[in-house]
């Protein structure tokens, strides 16, 4: 992503609020991922960047924006997928103890792959369910007495596919319907101290091995017939963690372009 394409992923009119604050975001340095650290930062918070795969890339991501602010991006890098209780732990802890507190959780990160019923194996339903619904929740578990402490928020990155499946990822299907009900759950259990709430997105930014056909189908049911960008994600979820969503928990908003009416 160009410095120009970062420089979008902001949403205007809200001010600094997030100075002083620190967000810890999973998954935080590709895709929506990025965009979503980059409104963030640009509103003020000092980030603690998760990654798995690809910590160089999050490592130069944080440099650059370190060049706007000194010292205000650090980087964690974490495989979600395996000893998730005591992985989850480690990098709450880790956040924690180089920036002194918490006060947004950002659940982003995830694993998207076909799994068809008939060859579906035991190793990918735990890789997916691992990483993309019970990472969440033990991050929340981990991150919630210091949330607590700030009254701080969560937001989950859910899927509009977890409320319409998509044919073949039912794996995945599943994996987001759980972070749905995460939320919902949690934001029960927590309130009224920590903010609990998702944003479920459609098509935003291709997976980049994604055939043609598909991609023509998805958006043959989408209203909006277009693409989503990570900017309209991370504006979704700069909104929740915001000062305007304070009456806002057990919630979600669909940025989808519609594909969650059509047929």
Same mark, same amino acid.
């Given at each position: 992503m160009t410095d120009g394409q970062n420089k979008k992923c902001t949403q205007s009119g809200m001010g600094n609020w997030g100075e002083g604050r620190v967000a810890l975001v999973t998954g935080g340095a590709r895709r929506v991922g990025r965009c979503i650290s980059t409104s963030l930062h640009h509103h003020g918070y000092n980030l603690v960047l998760h990654c798995n795969s690809s910590l160089s890339q999050a490592q130069e991501f944080a440099t650059q924006l370190n060049t706007t602010r000194k010292d205000s991006v650090t980087v964690i890098q974490a495989d979600l997928s395996t000893d998730v209780k005591e992985?989850?732990? &480690?990098?709450?802890a880790e956040a924690v103890k180089r920036c002194g507190q918490l006060d947004l959780l950002v659940n982003n990160a995830a694993v998207y792959y076909s799994t068809p019923i008939a060859t579906t194996s035991s190793d990918q339903w735990d890789h997916i369910m691992n990483t993309n619904a019970k990472a969440p929740y033990f991050l929340i578990q981990a991150a919630a007495p210091h949330l607590k402490k700030t009254k701080g928020v969560v937001v989950n990155v859910a899927d509009i596919i977890g409320e319409r499946p998509q044919q073949s990822f039912n794996v995945y299907s599943i994996s987001k319907a759980a972070v749905i009900m995460v939320t919902k759950s949690l934001a029960l259990e927590l309130a009224p101290e920590v903010r609990v709430n998702y944003v479920s997105p459609g098509a935003a930014i291709w997976p980049e091995?994604?055939? %043609? %056909?598909?991609?023509?189908?998805? *958006?043959? &049911?989408? @209203?909006?017939? $277009?693409?989503?960008?990570? %900017?309209? /994600?991370?504006? @979704? /979820?700069?909104? *929740? @963690?915001?000062?305007? @969503?304070?009456?806002?928990?057990?919630?979600? =908003?669909?940025?989808?372009?519609? $594909?969650? =009416?059509q047929l």
């Open positions: 992985t989850t732990a &480690r990098v709450v091995d994604m055939p %043609e %056909e598909p991609r023509q189908k998805w *958006l043959s &049911r989408t @209203a909006l017939g $277009r693409v989503g960008t990570g %900017e309209e /994600v991370s504006d @979704a /979820v700069v909104f *929740l @963690a915001s000062p305007s @969503a304070n009456y806002m928990t057990g919630n979600g =908003i669909n940025v989808c372009g519609g $594909r969650n =009416i």
